[in-house]
T-cell receptor, first 111, second 115 residues
Framework: GQNIDQPTEMTATEGAIVQINCTYQ??????LFWYQQHAGEAPTFLSY????GLEEKGRFSSFLSRSKGYSYLLLKELQMKDSASYLC????????????FGSGTQLTVLP | EPEVTQTPSHQVTQMGQEVILRCVPI?????FYWYRQILGQKVEFLVS????????KSEIFDDQFSVERPDGSNFTLKIRSTKLEDSAMYFC?????????????FGEGSRLTVL
């Protein structure tokens, strides 16, 4: 089966940096995605890694280590609007390109 | 910016009734998906659709579920006889299949409440 683990909740302060970790054990791997989901809304795409290393996109960066089955999402200069659930998702080799999601990490940004 | 649209945004139905949820994927996308999210739980894959047929389906997608692409734009999910446990947010998504990252674009969801 597929197993994707992330912390359930995290709290950080406005202006700070937070790192959300994700570990995965899947039967094949063809990319890791991070999505943001505000309460009652659709997931929106944040980042994609398929090779090892760091991908930077403005205040958001995502890192992947395929050998360790590990990724993290780094959020810098936190803003109140970053309070949301952050979903780690894996695309599995041979699948019809669908994503398998972790349970999400609920991030609360405090003033 | 192109987007996935879903209707209805919210549907309330009685147990045992049939429900059809509708989606209009992004026009040049090739892969279509339905996911569901029970309140407070994770986003779960139901079914993927490519080239006018189901590509993959999960264990959740049993005989009471069906999908259809009746014309060139709509993509529907039918639940034949709803159960209480079908109450969830249903998300439609589409993808270009990897021309770039192949990320999934999600619609705003249809909230189904079964009474």
């Amino acid at each position: 089966g597929q197993n994707i683990d992330q912390p359930t909740e995290m709290t950080a302060t406005e202006g700070a940096i937070v790192q959300i970790n994700c570990t995965y054990q899947t039967s094949g791997f063809n990319g890791l995605f991070w999505y943001q989901q505000h309460a009652g809304e659709a997931p929106t795409f944040l980042s994609y890694n398929v090779l090892d290393g760091l991908e930077e996109k403005g205040r958001f960066s995502s890192f992947l280590s395929r050998s360790k089955g590990y990724s993290y999402l780094l959020l810098k200069e936190l803003q109140m609007k970053d309070s949301a659930s952050y979903l780690c998702a894996v695309r599995i080799t041979g699948s019809a390109r669908q994503l398998t999601f972790g349970s999400g990490t609920q991030l609360t940004v405090l003033p | 910016e192109p987007e996935v649209t879903q209707t209805p945004s919210h549907q309330v139905t009685q147990m045992g009734q049939e429900v059809i949820l509708r989606c209009v994927p992004i026009s040049n996308h090739l892969y279509f998906y339905w996911y569901r999210q029970i309140l407070g739980q994770k986003v779960e894959f139901l079914v993927s659709f490519y080239n006018n047929e189901i590509s993959e389906k999960s264990e959740i997608f049993d005989d009471q579920f069906s999908v259809e692409r009746p014309d060139g734009s709509n993509f529907t999910l039918k639940i034949r006889s709803t159960k209480l446990e079908d109450s969830a947010m249903y998300f439609c998504a589409s993808s270009d299949g990897g021309a770039n990252t192949g990320e999934l674009f999600f619609g705003e969801g249809s909230r189904l409440t079964v009474l």
